[in-house]
């Protein structure tokens, strides 16, 4: 049996984590105002003054947030610089387990107030990360930088919960029916139709179509049996963890999923035992002898005596706890009678609205086609301009860009909001009425105004159907897109 500890992959994953955590809260902050803000798309004001006259009493336990307490206005920025100061205090190693804990609480608060914003399973990832991380690190003000073995249990509920992020996220694409992933050809339009697009991925897109079926199927090895790999001897962990690495590597040079992939890369890390960090230690320095086994297991049993960790008492209550109820949702998935159970229904009830206890797995059903909103304004109703976003596609010759790990967060709901019709979103007309005032909170999220001098007459939105070019195409017209207009998901209009 192996005796290595894992104090340098905790080391690792708890510095990735807190660069993770500035990131995510900068990225809300630069946005904040134009989409939740006082005179922003949803006002989270308003939002807790609904949700309270609906819910009464029941308010903050349906929607547990510190707005409740301080508002939802100033106190939204004061939560993304808290957050930000957190995140530096955990990367230089003060105070880990109660900045971990403060920094779940600030970006539960802040995600009730983002609304529909905010509904993403990365923001749910990071949540949950986070609150199991509050018993991995060490329970003391000023452990700094040293390497400090992790306590094995809280280890494990990290493990399980990589385990479950790659196994389900194989699973729903079968159990979803989908003939795209069951005949393994769901990469051959995924490239140009997923949300956010890198340029590589136009040229993943070219590539012929029996690569990119072997692509689908190995895709399927790496979620359906890496995991079980990572219960098995070091060797074949250690061979898991480099393949759900360069999987997740694959993933962010092809598409923009924010923190995503940044965030399961360093739940990998947990997985690589110290002999793996300090055989690359040892063999780039010449002349140092390589440290005995039982040095290593000295060293980490007297670091982990001397770093205070969460009580053994409750970090088994805990852990139950997150194991028992992960395990329910994960079964009731694919389980109809197991989700329908009342008890179990109940469990899910109390536990939904803390958004830490989840369920993984994206595209389960493949988009096949790209439908875009393009929104144009007009002094007259008959020269129209178009609005350009930040990253999502508009001009035809504009390159996609790399954007992650910041997520545009008006963009990535835009191409949710192509999907369906206006009814379903009806806050698209909110962000028409914005733009035909010319409110300067929301022209922020627009990478070009169109009318920097005052605002247009007219709106309207045209949802075309968006595809790559070929090479020959993009040769001809340096073109990286191609479209066709369907039709208007708000014709024309002007304010009354």
Known sequence: MNKSGFACGTWLFLRILAVIHAVAFISCWTQLDGLVGPHGLLPATRFFGVVHSQLGGRAFAELPSLCWLFGA????????????????????????????????????????????????????????????????????????????????????????????????????????????????????????????PTPLAWYASQLPSWLQRLSCALMFVVELVAPFALLAGRRLRHAAVLALIGLQVLIALTGNYTFFNFLGIALCFLCLDDAFFRRGQVEGRRGVPPRSSYETRRDAASTFKL???????????????????????????FVPSV????????????????????????????????????????????????????????????????????????????????????????WVIGL???????????MSLFARNPFPAHPPRYIRVVRYEYHFTDAAERAATGNWWKRTMLDYYVPPARLN
């Not at 479950?164 to 694409?173: F, I, Q």
């Not at 999502?392 to 192509?418: N, T």
């Not at 028409?432 to 929301?442: A, F, M, R, S, Y």
């Open 73 to 196: 206005g100033w106190f939204l920025h004061a939560l993304c610089a808290i957050g930000v100061a957190l995140a530096l205090l955990l990367f230089a190693g003060v105070a880990p387990a109660p900045c971990l804990a403060l920094l779940w609480v600030c970006y539960l608060s802040l995600a009730g107030a983002g609304q529909i914003f905010f509904e993403f399973q990365w923001d749910s990832l990071l949540l949950e990360t986070t609150l199991l991380a509050v018993f991995l690190a060490p329970w003391t003000l000023c452990p700094g930088w040293r390497l400090v073995e992790p306590p094995r249990l809280a280890r494990w509920l990290l493990w399980w919960l990589l385990f479950r992020l790659m196994l389900l996220s194989g699973l729903v694409k079968l159990a979803s029916g989908d003939p795209s992933w069951r005949h393994l050809t769901a990469l051959t339009f995924h490239y140009e139709t997923q949300p956010l």
């Open 432 to 442: 028409c009425e914005h733009i035909l005032t010319g409110t300067p909170e929301v």
């Open 307 to 333: 770093t205070p960790s969460a009580p053994s008492w409750l970090l088994r209550s805990f852990a139950t706890v997150v194991v028992f109820c992960t395990f329910v949702e994960a079964i009731a998935d």
């Open 339 to 426: 989700a329908s159970a009342r008890p179990l229904a109940g469990l899910e009830s109390a536990i939904a609205p803390f958004r830490s206890l989840n369920n993984y797995g994206l595209f389960a059903v493949m988009t096949t086609t790209r439908p875009e909103l393009i929104f144009e304004g007009s002094d007259d109703g008959i020269e129209w301009q178009p609005y350009e976003f930040p990253h999502k596609p508009g001009d035809l010759a504009r390159r996609p860009d790399f954007g992650a790990p910041h997520q545009p967060r008006l963009d990535w709901q835009l191409w949710f909001a192509a999907l369906g019709s206006l009814d379903q979103n009806r």
